[in-house]
């Protein structure tokens, strides 16, 4: 029988109120507040922890993904770069989404979908595979990256000095942890699909225990709200800052990508080294950036730039040519120090070019330092595909001669370290 009028206004009515409901307890949900109540800046570095120690869990398992999906290293070099395509796609986009949402309905959602979105990849069966599952994960990263580091900015001005620094070197820290919890869960013989589903819950745990109490910093005030364009043309000066941040930003990529497959392909090492060359990387990164500061303001930006492009230099030669397993791990510990501050040190300097707009100007670097970032490294397995996995760190020496070549383009000031 055909409803009456009056049953289909109550069915209306029903339908409206359901869904009413169902969006009050959502809200409900996201406005309630639970876990530590820490202060701003230790919820900022809490906050890039807990995203990077997702990050961290997969990059010490892709020797077993790559054995369980038979392929080279060239075709896994492709999968890798479905989050190279998703972050771009992600960072162009998502900020005015981002902002309808809100910052902590996105924060609390995004960082446990990464985990999940991380262990769905884990099953691909093949390259394409892996980059159509890998392309999500890296949509969701270029959400969490707008917002952490909006909310470092926002929460640096509000309190009265810069933590940027640190909180990068939290990041660096999480990715250490998740490293060496990785190379231990390899050496057991779990499988990666296993180990990256049991992430998600100790994530989520995660979260909440250190994000429940997360309020959006209020946005800085006296400046200007003219947005950057989506694409911001780069200018000879930016173009140096590039040349200086390029090889730090490759070789970076390169061990997060290569340094576990690299230990097993040319020592045959134990498992847990492999994953450990990984994370050993990151916790050498993670320390100079946490004490990088005091020196950048007594020695100036240039100097420092160019000892760490110099010990960065040192250690790809030491992977490079490396007899033993240990003189390898040296090395990777070297590519930690030397790629750690390259890049900040470079967005300050960008910041404060008087050619353009400041937002303008560092637009422009981020993009094409990030591109560079996120699709160097994965294509390095065509490298490594054709002449050897060593080749794909070989190739940064010539980078990293033409980053001391163009150091000077940070600055030989010291940087001021308050902010005003």
């Given at each position: ?36 109540d820490l202060p701003p800046q230790q919820r900022v570095y809490a906050g890039f922890f807990v995203y990077s120690f997702c990050m961290g869990s997969l990059p010490p398992r ?181 040349a200086v941040t390029l090889s730090a930003m490759i070789m970076e990529g390169a061990g997060i990508d290569w340094a576990a497959i690299y230990m097993r392909d040319v020592f ?153």
């Amino acid at each position: 029988m055909p409803l009456t009028e009056d049953q289909i206004y109550k069915r209306k009515f029903y339908e409206d109120y359901r869904k009413s409901r169902n969006a009050q307890l959502l809200s409900d949900f996201f406005s309630m507040k639970f876990g530590l109540d820490l202060p701003p800046q230790q919820r900022v570095y809490a906050g890039f922890f807990v995203y990077s120690f997702c990050m961290g869990s997969l990059p010490p398992r892709l020797p077993d993904l790559q054995r369980m999906m038979q392929t080279k290293e060239g075709l896994l070099g492709f999968g890798l770069i479905g989050v190279a395509a998703g972050t771009l796609v992600s960072l162009g986009l998502s900020g005015p989404i981002l902002e309808r949402i809100g910052y902590r309905r996105s924060i609390l959602t995004l960082i446990p979908l990464l985990a999940l979105l991380y262990a769905i990849a884990s099953f691909a069966g093949g390259p394409l595979a892996f980059f159509l599952l890998l392309f999500p994960v890296g949509i969701v990263i270029g959400g969490i990256e707008i917002i952490l580091n909006l909310e470092a900015d926002r929460t640096e001005h509000m309190i009265g000095h810069r933590i940027m620094n640190r909180a990068h070197a939290f990041w660096s820290f999480g990715f250490f942890s998740a490293g060496i919890i990785s190379a231990l869960v390899a050496q057991s013989g779990l499988s990666p699909q296993i180990h990256l589903l049991l992430m998600v819950p100790l994530v989520i745990v995660g979260v909440a225990l250190i994000l429940g109490r997360f309020d959006p910093a209020p946005h800085r005030t006296g400046t200007s709200d003219e947005k950057p364009p989506q694409v911001a043309v780069p200018t000879m000066a930016i173009m140096a800052l590039v040349a200086v941040t390029l090889s730090a930003m490759i070789m970076e990529g390169a061990g997060i990508d290569w340094a576990a497959i690299y230990m097993r392909d040319v020592f045959a090492v134990l498992p847990f080294l492999s994953g450990f060359a990984v994370a050993l990387g990151a916790g050498a990164q993670a320390v100079t950036r946490f004490f990088a500061d005091p020196f950048v303001e007594r020695y100036s930006p240039t100097a420092v730039s160019r000892v760490l492009l110099g010990v960065l230099g040192v250690g790809v030669l030491l992977v490079f040519f490396a007899p033993s397993d240990w003189l390898a791990l040296v090395g990777f510990a070297l590519m930690g120090v030397g790629t750690s501050v390259i890049f900040p040190l470079a967005m300050s300097a960008a910041a404060q070019l008087t050619d353009r707009p400041a937002p303008t100007n560092v637009a422009s670097l981020a993009q094409i330092s990030f591109v560079a970032f996120l699709l160097g490294p994965p294509l390095l397995g065509y490298v490594a595909e054709h002449f050897g996995i060593r080749w794909s760190f070989g190739v940064g020496l010539p980078l990293v001669i033409l980053s001391i070549v163009c150091a000077r383009a940070v600055g030989t000031k010291p940087l001021k370290h308050e902010v005003e």
